[in-house]
């Protein structure tokens, strides 16, 4: 047994022993749960995709004379203004407006931020005896931001169903564009590399745990939307949907290779977020569990050519099946392709591996725990 503790005084004298969870798995299959856990400290995890339900605040500071802004548009996107005087909500799938095309969007204005670009600010308001001025047009780059943080709703999602489609024309989806009568499969998700699989039960992830977000440092603020934990399980982890997390960063932390702006080919616009949590290895039980493999890690296949939301499961794949390139689905070879990519996520996970090595980032111990029971429950259409 450890305790965090332990742990981070380890880490600030620079002693800690990291490991990937890609890494560590050798190591548990040659030395097995409890030699490795006396060994290993931490195992950082890692994971690059799109990620919707994301956007940042944003605090402008006030003009001379001073506008309370209603109606925001930053390049062209529009930010909810109904907030504060000079706050505003910049989401990632909001749209760059009139533009007669996707390619721009909420996700594009937060990448462009990080870089460090200038961004056009256009607002107007009604002109009140206190903010006198009603439109304001300007240029502005995060350092002129007083304030900007991401606070996303719900990130890394714990597994996602792989997806294909079974009509004789081709569907433009979230999940990419997916060719008829079952040509081709996507899936999204870095496998034995993603957070939530290395915790599936979040044993060690709550509210307040300190994670890489972005390319900075960042917390889980709450349980994510759409928790839910009735998802059924397949060596001791859910096989889809699922648990998920409720995030929070300074952007002007961040470095925008972790942050993308994405077109999502005839469905609209989104975000790619790197986040990489460090799960403690404080016994043996998590320590064989941070070490699962995408050999044991599985996902079910739906048919997104089903419009009503309980699409049946057309079969379960591992992750290793996915990502050789091919499945087998009755006799036929199915082409895969993920929409996520393992080499980003990599790039997470031995990212924060060095600033643990370094003494640069300690673990937080969960103020409050995650619920252990959570479902989703639909919207009901009413008459």
Same mark, same amino acid.
């Given at each position: 047994?450890?305790?965090?503790?332990?742990?981070? @005084?380890?880490? %600030? %004298?620079? +002693?800690?022993?990291?490991?990937?969870?890609?890494?560590?798995?050798?190591?548990?299959?040659?030395?097995?749960? @409890?030699?490795?856990?006396?060994?290993?400290?931490?195992?950082?995890? /890692?994971?690059?995709?799109?990620?919707? #339900?994301?956007?940042?605040?944003?605090?402008?500071?006030?003009?001379?004379?001073?506008?309370?802004?209603?109606? =925001?548009?930053?390049? *062209?996107? @529009?930010?909810?203004?109904?907030?504060?005087?000079?706050?505003?909500?910049?989401?990632?799938?909001?749209?760059?407006?009139? #533009?007669?095309?996707?390619?721009?969007?909420? *996700?594009?204005? =937060?990448?462009?931020?990080?870089?460090?670009?200038?961004? %056009?600010?256009?607002?107007?308001?009604?002109?009140?005896?206190?903010?006198?001025? +009603?439109?304001?047009?300007?240029?502005?780059?995060?350092?002129?931001?007083?304030?900007?943080?991401?606070?996303?709703?719900?990130?890394?999602?714990?597994?996602? #169903?792989?997806?294909?489609?079974?009509?004789?024309?081709?569907?433009?989806?979230?999940?990419?564009?997916?060719?008829?009568?079952?040509?081709? =499969?996507?899936?999204?998700?870095?496998?034995?590399?993603?957070?939530?699989?290395?915790?599936?039960?979040?044993?060690?992830?709550?509210?307040?745990?300190?994670?890489?977000?972005?390319?900075?440092?960042?917390?889980?603020?709450?349980? /994510?939307?759409?928790?839910?934990?009735?998802?059924?399980?397949?060596?001791?982890?859910?096989?889809?949907?699922?648990?998920?997390?409720?995030?929070?960063?300074?952007? +002007?932390?961040?470095?925008?290779?972790?942050?993308?702006?994405?077109?999502?080919? %005839?469905?609209?616009?989104?975000?790619?977020?790197?986040?990489?949590?460090?799960?403690?290895?404080?016994?043996?039980?998590?320590?064989?569990?941070?070490?699962?493999?995408?050999?044991?890690?599985?996902?079910?296949?739906?048919?997104?050519?089903?419009?009503? +939301?309980?699409?049946?499961?057309? /079969?379960?794949?591992?992750?290793?099946?996915?990502?050789?390139?091919?499945?087998?689905?009755?006799?036929?070879?199915?082409?895969?392709?993920?929409?996520?990519?393992?080499?980003?996520?990599?790039?997470?996970?031995?990212?924060?591996?060095?600033?643990?090595?370094? *003494?640069?980032?300690?673990?937080?111990?969960? =103020?409050?725990?995650?619920?252990?029971? /959570?479902?989703?429950?639909?919207?009901?259409?009413?008459?």
């Amino acid at each position: 047994m450890k305790t965090y503790g332990e742990i981070n @005084e380890r880490i %600030r %004298r620079k +002693k800690a022993v990291v490991y990937t969870a890609e890494e560590v798995i050798d190591l548990v299959r040659s030395k097995g749960p @409890e030699k490795a856990a006396e060994k290993v400290d931490v195992v950082t995890t /890692g994971t690059f995709g799109a990620m919707c #339900s994301s956007g940042a605040f944003l605090n402008f500071g006030h003009s001379d004379p001073p506008i309370r802004m209603t109606d =925001i548009r930053l390049n *062209g996107v @529009e930010a909810y203004g109904g907030l504060a005087a000079v706050d505003a909500y910049i989401g990632s799938t909001a749209m760059r407006e009139n #533009s007669g095309e996707f390619g721009y969007g909420g *996700g594009h204005v =937060i990448e462009e931020l990080i870089a460090g670009n200038r961004v %056009r600010l256009r607002a107007w308001g009604p002109g009140t005896d206190c903010y006198v001025r +009603k439109d304001i047009d300007t240029y502005i780059t995060l350092d002129d931001l007083n304030e900007a943080y991401m606070f996303n709703p719900r990130n890394v999602y714990q597994n996602y #169903s792989a997806a294909t489609n079974t009509l004789d024309r081709t569907l433009y989806t979230y999940m990419g564009k997916l060719l008829p009568r079952m040509k081709n =499969i996507t899936y999204s998700t870095s496998g034995q590399l993603s957070p939530l699989l290395n915790d599936p039960h979040l044993e060690t992830i709550g509210g307040g745990t300190r994670i890489f977000l972005g390319g900075g440092e960042g917390y889980v603020a709450w349980q /994510g939307t759409q928790y839910d934990t009735a998802a059924p399980e397949r060596n001791g982890v859910p096989v889809n949907g699922s648990r998920t997390l409720a995030l929070m960063g300074d952007m +002007k932390q961040m470095d925008h290779d972790y942050v993308r702006g994405m077109d999502v080919h %005839r469905y609209g616009t989104s975000i790619a977020i790197g986040v990489g949590i460090p799960i403690p290895i404080l016994n043996a039980d998590i320590m064989k569990r941070a070490a699962v493999s995408d050999e044991d890690l599985y996902t079910t296949l739906v048919d997104y050519s089903v419009t009503e +939301k309980g699409r049946a499961a057309l /079969g379960e794949y591992s992750y290793a099946e996915l990502r050789s390139g091919t499945v087998d689905y009755e006799g036929h070879k199915i082409r895969t392709s993920p929409l996520s990519s393992y080499r980003k996520a990599r790039q997470v996970a031995e990212k924060l591996k060095d600033w643990i090595e370094n *003494g640069e980032f300690l673990l937080t111990e969960p =103020i409050f725990r995650l619920p252990e029971t /959570g479902t989703v429950k639909p919207l009901e259409v009413r008459r």
